[in-house]
């Protein structure tokens, strides 16, 4: 279960891509990353939790595969301005099943006390491609249409994590499970790809998926993405 802090309320927050100026999280916005295996989704969800939870704020987390606790284990032992009193700031669950994902998304979370600022999905769909059909896809809308509620109501910054749902090609075309349904719910989409130089380029998407601007090249590496502090920029209490 997700434990509660004893902060009683949120505090107001976006996270900056400070070269287009475009905010990729924030307070009241639900954010979609998807891409590709090992193009860096877990690993981005990790350096936002952690940026966040330094800088004193509430983070929890739902990981349906675990990577996300064990890379943010591997990021604190690489980085000296980083310790396990972070962690703190930091709780989560695991749920590893498609139907009990749903049924605690679509409960709205009351165990989520007031005074957490995001909360991290790790990922929506592993569970759901597994399961995947009419029904699945039902549960999906209404657990999206709970997360929505949630950031609106409770004022909460909602983060989540998608798988792709073809191949890579040459040409780099692919899409995210539940393409219609997962960009409907969201405010801000996020693709992530792995170039034939080991980087990743993150893009903005709009909900056709027409790409609307491209960050700086990011390469993983002990702390994350070891350029992450000069990519994004965290501002709080605006």
């Known amino acids: 279960m997700l434990e509660g802090r004893s902060i009683s309320t949120t505090n107001c927050f976006k996270l900056i891509?400070?070269?287009?100026g475009r905010t990729a999280v924030q307070t009241n916005r639900i954010t979609h990353v998807y891409g590709p295996p090992k193009s860096g989704k877990t690993t981005l969800?990790?350096?936002?939790?952690?940026?966040l939870a330094q800088a004193g704020l509430q983070?929890?987390?739902i990981s349906t595969e675990r990577p996300i606790e064990i890379r943010m284990d591997s990021i604190i032992q690489s980085d000296d301005s980083l310790s396990d009193a972070f962690l703190e700031n930091i709780f989560s669950t695991e749920e590893y099943s498609f139907k009990g994902l749903c049924q605690l998304l679509a409960s709205g979370l009351d165990q989520i006390e007031s005074s957490v600022d995001l909360l991290?999905?790790?990922s929506l769909t592993a569970t759901?491609?597994?399961?995947a059909n009419?029904?699945?896809l039902t549960l999906l809308r209404k657990a999206l249409a709970a997360l929505q509620a949630m950031a609106f109501r409770k004022q909460k910054a909602i983060l989540f994590t998608n798988q792709v749902s073809s191949r890579m090609d040459g040409l780099n075309t692919f899409r995210p499970?539940?393409?219609?349904?997962?960009?409907n719910y969201s405010d801000v989409t996020l693709r992530l790809?792995?170039?034939?130089?080991?980087?990743?380029?993150?893009?903005?998407?709009?909900?056709?998926?027409?790409?609307?601007?491209?960050l700086p090249p990011l390469t993983i590496g002990a702390k994350g993405f070891e350029e992450f502090n000069s990519v994004f920029e965290l501002v709080t209490n605006y």
């Open 17 to 20: 891509a400070i070269d287009s």
């Open 45 to 51: 969800s990790a350096n936002i939790a952690l940026l």
């Open 59 to 61: 983070v929890a987390i």
């Open 120 to 122: 991290i999905i790790d």
């Open 128 to 131: 759901y491609r597994q399961v």
């Open 134 to 136: 009419a029904r699945s």
């Open 177 to 183: 499970v539940a393409s219609a349904t997962v960009r």
């Open 193 to 214: 790809v792995k170039k034939s130089n080991g980087q990743t380029e993150l893009s903005f998407e709009d909900v056709n998926g027409i790409e609307e601007a491209v």
